[in-house]
């Protein structure tokens, strides 16, 4: 199975004494400068300018590739910019913040190796924790500067992609995963530390993810101070022992434990310290530094939006998977507006308020009974048509049809009838017909096998993975949590200990029909073969008999050579004289 690196791209913009200037940083990219005010920030010849309107931002879509090409492919374009496009709105109805932001979609590449995709924002040099211009200018409402993007991303077109909202092939990388993961590097998740701790944006100036990174042995804080500064070692930065120590991200993870962060040996620029540890996420997540073909990841994991909260989007919810969702609403006319609402039921939530056509959540902690069924009731403050859908763990979102509000003083009841997701149900990949045979393996040595466990269902699958049988064992994952569509990667391993056969069976539990199982079998072998006699007449062996075996053989030979010549000499010589009492070696 090919698993490539999903890398973010760093953008950094630094203010020089004599001039205020953009610098732009990445791992995939050269580094640029541009001098604030003098150029508009641009790498290629512009060319679709689109806005999309979601409930919650508006995005200005700048598309920078040449007719034919990427997102303006001739048959595939219109499908690349749609799957942009459902990653957008995902990622919006999460955040669940109003505002715009730009984002600058750069030349498309078209290579089979590198990384899939990359994306960033910009930082001022101005020293402390930042999360970037994308969460200023929606947080504050300002953009930060007039001619620069607050998100600047490229897609490499150069792989098998699945661009279709459908569940992507076994071979084909999932574009719409890839896209969610590459846009919440856009909004703040990465990291401005290079190989030393040192920043890559400018001195102090650290990302608000930095900030809750720490060394698990010993909870040693990496980032911190004012201005910050790096704190470890450059050996803390490739040690696989750092996590996030953030609240929201812990309790949402819900594992007992901090969720780590990459941090593998050697650094790597662009992935290290800006994703979780891949493989060692239960349940897997949006945020791990590498997709396999074949998955299907369109939705945040717990950790993912807790992590989100914790950058400072304290209003974020979890939404409908990005391709699957109700879509915007259409105007009804002039003087009235058309909207998705949105609801996530839980003990308590946000009320809803409806201002201008777009539907946002303010903190009033109204109360709704926490299932998939139920009324909400609002006094609305604007006039006009709305369309209402809701979501909630396990259920489906559903469509409640448009209703019109002539009169503002009027109180309008919203009915939430949900459809339930399928029930959870495990799908294992290989699964065998009947036995996995491993081959064989020599003795001290292991042969390791991937398995892809999926929820190919509904609701949620908790379940482990075991064997049994001599020689056979769980080399990684043995228990997993998976969400609608989640997956993740268990690996068996066989480790014969002496040459035989062996059999065994794995199970993997979970989901609504019951366990997955299925024979395992493998063969040891000697890590060193018996000794051969020699064979007939005109063959040749080489001796692999002890050093003390070789030695008798020599003795015995010259014994017998001496016992001959001695036979030879006859009464010259007599047995037994000379202290040669029938011995030919001492």
Not at 157 to 173: D, E, K, L, R
Not at 236 to 262: C, F
Not at 338 to 353: C, H, K, N, Q
Not at 485 to 495: E, H, I, S, Y
Request: include cysteine; hydrophobic fraction near 40%; proline fraction near 6%.
């Amino acid at each position: 199975m090919t698993i490539l690196l999903v890398a973010v791209a760093v953008f950094s913009w630094a203010q020089p004494a004599a001039a205020e200037s953009v610098v732009f940083v990445g791992p995939h990219w050269t580094v640029e400068r541009f001098e604030v005010g003098a150029l508009k920030f641009r790498t290629g010849t512009p060319g679709l300018y689109k806005v999309l309107t979601t409930p919650n931002i508006t995005f200005d879509i700048v598309y920078e590739d040449n007719v034919g090409q990427g997102f303006f492919h001739t048959t595939l374009g219109a499908q690349r910019q749609a799957r942009l496009e459902d990653a957008l709105l995902y990622v919006s109805n999460v955040v669940n913040l109003t505002g715009q932001l730009e984002v600058r979609v750069e030349p498309s590449l078209n290579v089979a190796s590198g990384t899939l995709a990359s994306a960033g924002t910009f930082f001022s040099a101005a020293p402390g924790f930042t999360n970037g211009t994308a969460f200023t200018r929606l947080s504050t409402g300002t953009k930060p500067f007039v001619s620069f993007p607050e998100i600047r991303m490229v897609a490499n077109f150069g792989y098998n992609w699945n661009i279709s909202t459908a569940a992507p092939a076994s071979n084909q990388f999932d574009f719409l995963t890839v896209l969610v993961h590459e846009l919440t590097h856009g909004l703040g998740f990465l990291s401005l530390s290079n190989d030393s701790g040192a920043s890559l944006a400018a001195s102090g100036v650290y990302s608000k993810l930095d900030s809750m990174i720490v060394r698990l042995t010993g909870m040693k804080v990496m980032f911190s101070g004012t201005p910050p500064s790096f704190k470890g070692t450059a050996s803390d930065l490739r040690s696989n022992d750092l996590a996030l120590n953030a609240v929201n991200a812990t309790a949402l993870y819900n594992q007992g434990l901090l969720p780590g962060i990459y941090a593998p040996n050697p650094f790597s620029l662009g992935s290290s310290l800006a994703h979780w540890n891949t493989g060692n996420i239960v349940g897997g997540a949006i945020m791990e530094h590498a997709f396999p073909t074949g998955l299907m990841r369109r939705q945040y994991a717990p950790v993912d939006l807790g992590a989100i909260r914790d950058l400072g989007y304290t209003n974020a919810v979890q939404a409908d998977p990005a391709g699957e969702g109700e879509g915007e609403g259409e105007g009804e006319g002039e003087g009235e507006a058309s909207t998705t609402v949105r609801v996530e039921l839980r003990d308590s939530v946000s009320a809803l308020t409806i201002k201008n056509g777009v539907v946002r959540l303010d903190p009033t902690n109204e109360t709704f009974a926490n299932n998939g069924n139920g009324n909400y009731t609002r006094t609305v403050t604007q006039t006009g048509t709305y369309k209402v859908a809701a979501t909630a763990t396990g259920y489906k979102a559903a469509q409640s049809g448009n209703f019109s509000v002539t009169n503002v003083t009027t109180q309008v009841t919203i009915p939430l009838q949900m459809e339930p997701f399928p029930a959870a149900k495990i799908g294992v990949t290989p699964t065998p017909a009947a036995t996995y045979d491993f081959g064989t393996a020599t003795v001290g040595a292991v042969i390791d096998a991937d398995f892809a466990v999926a929820n190919t269902g509904g609701g949620q699958i908790s379940g482990v993975a075991s064997v049994s049988g001599t020689g056979f064992q769980v080399a990684s994952n043995p228990s997993y949590v998976l969400a609608q569509g989640g997956q993740t990667k268990v690996t068996l391993r066989f480790a014969p200990p002496n040459e035989a056969g062996f059999s065994g069976s794995v199970t993997f539990t979970g989901g609504s029909e019951g366990p997955v199982t299925f024979s395992l079998a493998g063969t040891g072998k000697s890590a060193t073969p018996p000794p051969s006699n020699g064979g007939g007449c005109g063959s040749i062996a080489p001796d692999r008999r002890a050093p003390a075996d070789r030695l008798a053989v020599l003795c015995l030979i010259f014994g017998l050579m001496l016992l001959a010549a001695r036979r030879r000499e006859g009464a010259r010589r007599p047995w037994g004289l000379g202290g040669d009492s029938g011995s030919a070696c001492r």
